[in-house]
């Protein structure tokens, strides 16, 4: 299994931002879609944002104009900015890589807690 490192998580204010960080190594970022899910206490886990290698992005509905997914190619490392966050955005933030035929995902990281107080 690939090894994601993610960090950046954090408790902030509704309307305040967070950048969370997921690292890999190269031959996973270079071949894999990267991306966020995020799951809340007694909800089911959902796919926040996506980014393939062919520069596709996916956006969940809840996450469109307020976040941005973005990739480095130098660091290995996808970034999920996320703005104007609310009390809804609450939850733990896995980090996933997949290959880009599948929808199975192969690699999570081990999750960074995002909270936002009202």
């Known amino acids: 299994q690939a090894h994601l490192v993610e960090s950046g998580g954090g408790l902030v204010q509704a309307g305040g931002s967070l950048r969370l960080s997921c690292a890999a190594s190269r031959s996973i970022f270079n071949s894999n879609v990267m991306g966020w899910y995020r799951q809340a206490p007694g909800k089911q886990r959902e796919l926040v944002a996506s980014s393939g290698i062919g520069g596709s992005i996916y956006y969940a509905d809840s996450a469109k104009s307020r976040f941005t997914i973005s990739r480095d190619n130098t660091k290995n490392t996808v970034y999920l900015q996320m703005n104007s966050l609310e009390p809804g955005d609450t939850a733990v933030y896995y980090c996933?890589?997949?290959?880009?035929?599948?929808?199975?995902?192969?690699?999570w990281g081990q999750g960074t807690q995002v909270t936002v107080s009202s």
């Open positions: 996933f890589a997949r290959a880009y035929y599948s929808s199975t995902v192969t690699s």
